[in-house]
Nanobody, 121 residues
Framework: QVQLVESGGGLVQAGGSLRLSCAAS????????MGWYRQTPGKERELVAT???????KFADSVKGRFTISRDNAKNTVYLQMNSLKFEDTAVYYC???????????????WGQGTQVTVSS
C-alpha cells in the first residue's frame, strides 16, 4: 500500500505563484513516473505535468513556460511550481504516482486526494 500526501493548494491572485508538493510513502520498491493532473466540475481530469525517474518532464501546452515540475527521489516527493497563474488554472489538482511495490514487486498507480487551487481574476 502506498500513501500520498499533497499540500500547497490555496487561493492566489492572477499572476501569482503557488507550489504544490506530493510525498509518497509506504511499500515502495521503485517510483517511475510522478505527476500532476487537474480537474474542474463537469470536465475530465487532464494532464498538467509529469516527470520520470530520470528527471525528464512533460507538460500540457497550456502550462508550458509557466509551470515547472521537479522531484526529490530520496524523499519520494514531487513538486509543481506554478507561476503566472491564470483564472483558468483554477481546479482541483491531483498527484499521481506510478511505480513498483516492495512487497510483491507489482506495478502500482495511485492518486492523491486532491488539493484545490483557486486563482482570482
Amino acid at each position: 500500500q502506498v500513501q500520498l500526501v499533497e499540500s500547497g493548494g490555496g487561493l492566489v491572485q492572477a499572476g501569482g505563484s503557488l507550489r504544490l508538493s506530493c510525498a509518497a510513502s509506504g511499500s515502495i520498491f521503485r517510483i517511475n513516473i510522478m505527476g500532476w493532473y487537474r480537474q474542474t466540475p463537469g470536465k475530465e481530469r487532464e494532464l498538467v505535468a509529469t516527470i520520470t525517474s530520470a528527471g525528464s518532464p512533460k507538460f500540457a501546452d497550456s502550462v508550458k513556460g509557466r509551470f515547472t515540475i521537479s522531484r526529490d527521489n530520496a524523499k519520494n516527493t514531487v513538486y509543481l511550481q506554478m507561476n503566472s497563474l491564470k483564472f483558468e488554472d483554477t481546479a482541483v489538482y491531483y498527484c499521481n504516482v506510478q511505480g513498483v511495490g516492495a512487497f510483491n514487486l507489482r506495478e502500482f498507480d495511485y492518486w492523491g486526494q486532491g488539493t484545490q487551487v483557486t486563482v482570482s481574476s
